[in-house]
C-alpha cells in the first residue's frame, strides 16, 4: 500500500475559507470602517482570490452580515440559552450578562463593529436595520429579562424597564468605544475590569428593593 500523501501546507480546507474570509473582513472593518473596505483587500488578507470569496459571499453587505451573525449574534444567543436556564438571583444573572458581554465582545475586536456602526449607520441605513434587528434589539432583551425578573422577585425595586435598559447599556457602549477609540491615547489606560465591577455596584444599589440592606 502506498502510503497517503500528506496534504501540502499551502493547501487549505475548503470548509475552512468562509472563517478565514470573515476573519479578515473583521480586522479591516475594524481597522477602515465599512465605507473604505474593499473586498479585494478582505481577499488578500485572507489569502484568497476575489473570485473565491465572491463563491461564498456575493457583496460586501452580505459579508458584513456574516461576520456580525459568527460573532455577537452567536455570543448573543449563548447569552440567551445562559438566561433561559440561570437559576440564581437577578443580581446575579445581570453580573454574568455583563462580564459575559465583556469577555466575549467588549474586549475582542468584535466591538469595533458597534463603534463601527455608530459612525456609519446613517450611511448604510439597510445594515442599520440589519444590526439593529439581530444584535440591538435581542441584546437589549437579555438586560431587560434580568430587571423583570427582580422586579417580580421583589429582588428589585419597582422601575421603568425600557429606559433602565438604556441607563444600564450606555456606560458599557461608552467604555467599549472609548477602549477602541481616545482611550489609546489617555496617560493612563482604565481598567475596565475595575470599570465594570464599578459600575455593577452602583447599578445593583440603585436597583436593590430596600436600600437599607447595603447596611445591614
Known amino acids: 500500500m502506498e502510503p497517503q500523501r500528506a496534504e501540502p501546507r499551502w493547501e487549505r480546507r475548503k470548509d475552512a475559507r468562509p472563517s478565514e474570509i470573515t476573519g479578515a473582513a473583521l480586522e479591516l472593518f475594524v481597522e477602515r470602517g465599512y465605507a473604505a473596505t474593499r473586498l479585494e483587500d478582505v481577499a488578500a488578507r485572507a489569502g484568497v482570490s476575489k473570485g473565491t470569496l465572491y463563491l461564498y459571499f ?3 453587505q452580505e459579508l458584513f452580515k456574516a461576520v456580525v451573525r459568527g460573532g455577537i449574534v452567536r455570543a448573543i444567543e449563548e447569552g440567551e440559552a445562559m438566561v433561559e436556564q440561570f437559576k440564581g438571583s437577578a443580581s446575579e444573572l445581570l453580573r454574568c450578562i455583563v462580564f459575559g458581554w465583556w469577555e466575549r465582545i467588549g474586549s475582542t475586536p468584535l466591538w469595533g463593529i458597534p463603534k463601527l456602526m455608530i459612525a456609519e449607520a446613517r450611511n448604510f441605513p439597510e445594515l ?3 444590526y439593529q434587528a ?3 434589539q435581542r441584546g437589549t432583551l437579555l438586560f431587560q429579562r434580568a430587571l423583570e425578573r427582580g422586579v417580580e422577585a421583589g429582588e428589585f425595586r419597582a422601575v421603568n424597564i425600557d429606559y433602565t435598559v ?3 447599556l450606555s456606560p458599557l457602549v461608552m467604555l467599549a468605544v472609548w477602549q477602541h477609540s481616545l482611550g489609546c491615547c489617555a496617560p493612563e489606560r ?3 475590569l475595575r470599570f ?3 459600575y455593577l455596584d452602583l447599578v445593583l444599589a440603585g436597583l436593590r428593593a430596600d ?3 447595603s447596611h445591614g
Open 166 to 168: 438604556q441607563v444600564i
Open 58 to 60: 456575493d457583496s460586501k
Open 211 to 213: 436600600p437599607e440592606a
Open 190 to 192: 482604565a481598567d475596565p
Open 128 to 130: 442599520a436595520q440589519f
Open 196 to 198: 465594570l465591577e464599578t
Open 134 to 136: 439581530e444584535v440591538s
